[in-house]
């Protein structure tokens, strides 16, 4: 065993390719690996022995020193970016009491998922504003058959194009929700917040699907509390976090289903319930909900087209506004959908 | 009189399209293919209104806005931009510029482009 640990450690300390570091109970530095010296430039020697508010004067230590620094720390994941040449990952594991309360960190390299990350989503934009042009003219040039700007048209042909026409806006929809995963991803996606009213955003939402509300002849139901307040938020924003939330229930609640929005409050926030009898989610997929470009088994059978960018967007919204999101779902029952929005905002 | 309108658009199909919706309202429609090329008329011509995209080759839309808007005499004259870009730091740039309005292109239509022309030009 002890020969083995001789072994061992030699791997641990040079070859390894993450970085390592042990802190004891007291936050003083009990082991440092190479890579981890490394990354973060200190010399090892210097630094063993040390306590956390004199190495967090290094960068990079900042960051661990935060965490090292509260009393009961939990395993923690964080992104730190030493230069821009160097981002790390940074797993922190508290270890416990048969290792006498030490903390373990890891370090791992992930400057070049992140540079790759980045090439994704700034090909997917070029894609998405590319794809803009050829669309729009789709679009002008149908809506002015349509509209007879060239000429008359019979009813059978006009009947085509205002297919054509629906589904070149489905088009725009589907690249509309890429460009905003993108802005979201970029980090640029807020503007101003000025005071909404959350129950007429849901009367809007219904407005723009009463249609398919109609034909499924789903019963559709709203239940406010009385004296809602109202809020300070990006309008648009909130509308849509809501439209891919409401459009969700319409589309994977069947014939004769019904909806029922409730929206409460207290003192310091807005709760909002969305509930429906549809399909509902899996178990076993139900962590993934809120993850771009996932679409639930049944739901890609009902609907094609989804991108499966609605509920990534809705959260990226309702978190940056402070709020919380979440849901509970019964495969074949229903789903609920819920998100809480502060009703002051600092 | 009519009211003369520019097109500022580089894509030959598009600015067609809404050169003849918009003649067909009754303006009269100048076409700039490019940047250099849409100032060029803007000051020969001094239309009543610029419609003006912001992806051209050479100098951009925003580039083309900040010169017509630095113009002492042709200042005032409403632009409106149509663009595909529409993200938000694009919009608050453009409106910062000066711009009457922004509209993303696949966002409207060639009737409710016009409507926009109309609110603008009789302000």
């Known amino acids: 065993m002890l020969k083995q640990k001789k072994e061992i450690l030699p791997l641990i300390n040079s070859d390894f390719i993450d970085g390592i570091l042990i802190f004891s109970k007291q936050n003083n530095l009990y082991f440092i690996n190479s890579p981890a010296a490394k990354f973060l430039k200190i010399k090892s020697k210097k630094a063993l022995g040390k306590n956390i508010s004199e190495l967090e004067k290094a960068r990079g230590f900042k960051d661990v020193a935060v965490f090292l620094k509260q009393k009961n720390i939990k395993e923690y994941e964080k992104e730190i970016e030493i230069n821009e040449n160097l981002i790390l990952k940074a797993h922190i594991i508290p270890l416990g009491k048969k290792c006498q309360e030490k903390t373990l960190v890891v370090l791992h390299n992930i400057t070049r998922a992140k540079r790759v990350d980045i090439m994704k989503t700034d090909f997917i934009s070029l894609a998405a504003h590319q794809l803009r042009t050829p669309i729009s003219t789709i679009k002008w040039t149908l809506r002015m058959l349509v509209d007879e700007d060239f000429g008359e048209i019979t009813r059978t042909q006009r009947k085509f194009m205002e297919r054509i026409y629906k589904t070149n806006e489905k088009t725009i929809k589907i690249i509309d929700d890429l460009l905003n995963m993108v802005h979201i991803e970029q980090g640029t996606y807020l503007s101003k917040k000025k005071t909404i009213d959350i129950e007429k955003l849901f009367k809007n939402s219904f407005n723009f699907f009463k249609k398919d509300i109609k034909k499924k002849g789903i019963e559709f139901e709203i239940r406010t509390q009385k004296n809602l307040p109202k809020i300070k938020a990006d309008q648009e924003k909130i509308q849509m976090a809501i439209n891919n939330i409401f459009e969700n229930a319409v589309k994977y609640t069947l014939e004769k289903g019904k909806i029922i929005v409730s929206l409460k409050h207290d003192k310091k926030e807005i709760k909002v319930c969305v509930r429906d009898t549809g399909v509902g989610i899996p178990f076993n997929q139900q962590y993934r909900v809120f993850s771009k470009f996932f679409r639930g088994a049944r739901a890609i059978t009902i609907d094609t087209e989804g991108t499966g960018l609605g509920l990534f967007i809705a959260r990226n919204i309702i978190e940056a506004h402070n709020g919380r999101i979440w849901f509970k779902s019964q495969q074949g029952k229903g789903s609920e959908f819920y998100f809480t929005l502060p009703i002051f905002q600092n | ?123």
Not at chain 2, 5 to 15: A, H, M, Y
Not at chain 2, 32 to 40: Q, S, W, Y
Not at chain 2, 41 to 56: R, S, T
Not at chain 2, 88 to 101: F, Q, S
């Open chain 2, 1 to 123: 009189m009519s009211k003369k309108i520019l097109i500022i658009e580089d894509d030959k199909f598009l600015r067609e399209l809404i050169s003849q919706k918009i003649s067909k309202q009754g303006y009269i429609v100048i076409g700039a293919i490019d940047g250099e090329d849409g100032i060029e008329e803007f000051k020969k011509e001094k239309p009543d209104l610029v419609l003006l995209d912001l992806i051209l080759p050479g100098i951009d839309g925003f580039e083309v806005l900040s010169q017509i808007k630095s113009n002492a005499e042709l200042s005032k004259t409403p632009v409106i931009i149509l663009s595909n870009l529409g993200q938000k730091e694009d919009i608050e740039k453009g409106v910062n510029l000066g711009a009457d309005d922004y509209l993303i292109k696949a966002h409207f239509t060639p009737n409710e482009i016009i409507e926009k022309i109309e609110k603008v030009i009789l302000k």
